[in-house]
């Protein structure tokens, strides 16, 4: 890219973040910027029906809704990254979820990580999955009596439920309450998955007397040790979005659980190969590997503010006076990349039947 197509560019995600649509900004579907920071600029959702386009790991969101900050029975962490957007259909199940986790599960509130960017898409830093607003983190340390400040949240320690240096769940840390939680949300019917520990689904395999034909949607991922993941289908009505094939029936208990122990068992350092090793391009994703209706998507109106995108927020929000933003509406701080990565699901998947982003570059 010449210099001078460079400054325009970056002009182009600088105009983005501030939800400007004039022409000269507008992106078009065989833009070679890396999708990830036409995404990852911005900060405000669309103004317009909801809608899941693509598939998890590649695709995006119109009409996104964000989670607010504090709710009675949650709190959302990492606010710097302003990851809390989802399909209302994702904010509407955790807050339910919650909610029952707080009136029957034993759990004080519950602490929420990533869900999507405004407009979803593929990120900076982190996940490749969670790009449509159908996926969201739930950490498994439960939300403290007290409201954490801006910078507890971004800093939240990662507490593993594992034994320190084993595969296996620590009976110190693990609860009857931990167990609850994943199963109440395999209950619900729109969860198609959920991705827990390989430890996590074993303790699951051994001990869960509720409804065990649950299993199956419980599983096993690389990480995932201090926090888990839900992945809903898509909602009905959006033929944009693509669902993911049903897990297999059976608990996944079996052979399936003892293929991941035996992929996670360390091993001896490979010896370094004497031929060199040509550098590879970095590859990533651009609009082009992404549904057309995404690039309708970043040039789409903005909301007014992020307070008008809030669950909860009076119908024709969009009408009211532009709030001041609140201090979770704090630009993503230039150095996100300075995030590491939480998950990456991309090298676990059989290829061909979930699209998955490259390796960062
Ligand atoms: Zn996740």
Partial sequence: MKD?????????????????????????????????????????????????????????????????????????????????????????????????AHAEDGWNGLLLGDISQPRGGPMLTGHASHQIGLDADIWLTPMPNRRLSYQERDDFPENSVLRRGTLYVDPNKWTQSHANLIMRAASYPQVERVFVHPGIKKKLCESWEGNRSLLSKVRPIYGHHYHFHIRMKCPPGQAGCEDQVNPPDDSGCGKPLAEWFDRLKPRPAKKPEKKPVKPTKPTYLTLKSLPNACTAVL?????????????????????????????????????????????????LVPKGVIPVPAERP
């Avoid at 460079?6 to 900004?25: D, E, P, V």
């Avoid at 833009?31 to 998890?56: H, N, V």
């Avoid at 009211?320 to 150095?335: G, I, K, L, N, Y």
Wanted: glycine share 8%; net charge neutral.
């Fill in 4 to 100: 001078s197509e460079l400054r325009f560019n970056l002009f182009r995600i600088a105009a983005l973040a501030l939800g400007l649509t004039i022409s000269a900004t507008s992106v078009h579907a065989g833009d070679p910027i890396p999708a990830k920071q036409l995404f990852g600029a911005a900060k405000l959702p669309t103004r317009s029906d909801p809608e899941s386009l693509g598939f998890y790991a590649k695709g995006c969101l119109a009409g996104g809704m964000a989670i607010p900050a504090d709710g009675p029975t949650w709190q959302v962490l990492h606010p710097s990254r302003n990851r809390r957007w989802g399909n209302p259909r994702m904010i509407s199940l955790l807050e339910r979820l919650s909610r029952e």
């Fill in 299 to 347: 040039n789409g109106r903005s909301v007014t503010s992020m307070a008008a995108a809030e669950y909860g927020a009076p119908a024709h929000a969009d009408d009211v006076t532009p709030v001041t933003e609140t201090a979770f509406a704090s630009p993503q701080t230039a150095d996100a990349t300075a995030f590491r990565a939480i998950e990456d699901f991309s090298d």
